[in-house]
């Protein structure tokens, strides 16, 4: 243990309301010290006031980057972290789709015959929602898949693409993988493969789409597992921000984790937003609950849960796969609509404003 240790907050974390009290000034939280006793100590020139082998001190967090010190005033002793505030993040929602292909190449098949993507069923179910609730779709997409024929989205018409910058505001595109399989395609994935396969779904995204509809600097990787290569060569295509479980799995499970490690996973846990200083790239956690899995009727007891056990994670990104909604797939879900208003219903009715997380992390100050 170091002499002195922050207990709270953690470097480069990022907070939100409920981990303070937020007013004009900013948000003020007590921050807590690990130290032996008898020791002078103030937090950004705040005396602290002792409490065992702890220290205590409020401070205000005033900018979205902010520096918190401690100083022994006798000794001259100084240890400081780096914090963050997401001011405008508590209590908002984005729903995040995966494994999108299937759709794309429904839209691309009947080109000849929509006039409107929204002719599509699974995009008029999007629209729906959005129409119903204003809620904020993120669709990860994939580049190619074999499936009824074989399509790749350079077969994606740009006919629409007045369209898509039209929607832009509650509808964008980014990379999710080459394709559905191999599973974990970037568990041992090269710097060269994954910054390929990423640039190659992303200029797609711009000649059918525009620049309006990409989702720019956040995404998710298909399986959320990957190498340090991987992460670096995302974020040297201009990624920023990544999503995932955190959370060790049992051998051949997914832990959604990418390269980090357990001690990360951990803060990962307790914060739901951490920045890799060394990668410089933001993960944050799913924090919806068993929107996939599980009971229809589950779904508003298990994000009541979530947020009992997570309460300074006060975003909550809610996730579903495309393959569901489809009665060919051995995994389709009967209930997908219905899975899909009770999800966004709980996070309307217990006060949640749908969001892209673009929209909440100043990328140009971290």
């Given at each position: ?146 499936e009824f024929g074989g399509f790749n989205l350079t077969q994606m018409p ?184 009770t999800a966004i219903r709980w996070a309307v009715e217990n006060g949640y ?14």
């Open positions: 243990m170091k002499a002195l240790e922050f207990c709270f907050p953690a470097d480069c974390v990022m907070l939100m309301d409920a981990a303070g009290v937020p007013g004009e000034g900013g948000l003020t939280i007590q921050c807590v010290v690990n130290a032996s006793p008898g020791r002078n100590l103030t937090i950004n020139g705040v005396p602290c006031y002792p409490s065992e082998n702890q220290y205590r001190a409020k401070i205000v967090l005033k900018d979205f980057k902010n520096t918190v010190a401690v100083l022994d005033m006798e000794t001259g002793e100084r240890e400081a972290i780096t914090v963050y505030y997401l001011k405008t993040a508590h209590k908002k929602y984005r729903f995040s789709l995966d494994d999108n292909i299937w759709c794309l190449q429904n839209i691309a098949k009947n080109q000849h015959i929509y006039k409107s993507i929204f002719e599509d069923p699974y995009f008029k179910l999007l629209k729906t929602m959005n129409d119903r609730y204003g809620t904020k779709f993120h669709m990860n997409i994939y580049y190619e898949c074999p740009d006919k629409y693409k007045a369209e898509w910058k039209a929607n832009s505001d509650w509808l964008r595109l980014s990379f999710h993988a080459n394709a559905n399989l191999p599973d974990k395609p970037y568990v041992r994935g090269t710097f060269a493969q994954t910054k390929f396969e990423h640039d190659r779904v992303m200029d797609q995204i711009l000649r059918f789409a525009g620049e309006e509809a990409f989702a720019g600097p956040v995404t998710t990787i298909h399986w959320g597992d990957a190498t340090v290569e991987t992460v670096r060569a995302m974020r040297s295509s201009g990624i920023r921000a990544m999503v995932g479980t955190f959370q060790y799995a049992a051998p051949g499970g997914a832990s959604i984790k990418y390269h980090l490690n357990a001690e990360q996973c951990a803060l990962m846990n307790v914060y739901g937003f951490w920045y890799d200083r060394a990668e410089d790239m933001v993960f944050f956690k799913y924090g919806g609950g068993p929107t996939q899995h599980g009971a229809l009727e589950e779904l508003h007891p298990g994000y009541n849960l979530f947020c009992k056990q997570h309460p300074l994670y006060t975003f909550r990104e809610i996730c579903l796969h495309e393959q569901y909604f489809y009665p060919h797939y051995k995994g389709y879900m009967p209930d997908y609509y219905d899975r899909f208003d404003e749908p969001s892209f997380v673009a929209d909440l992390i100043e990328f140009d100050k971290l």
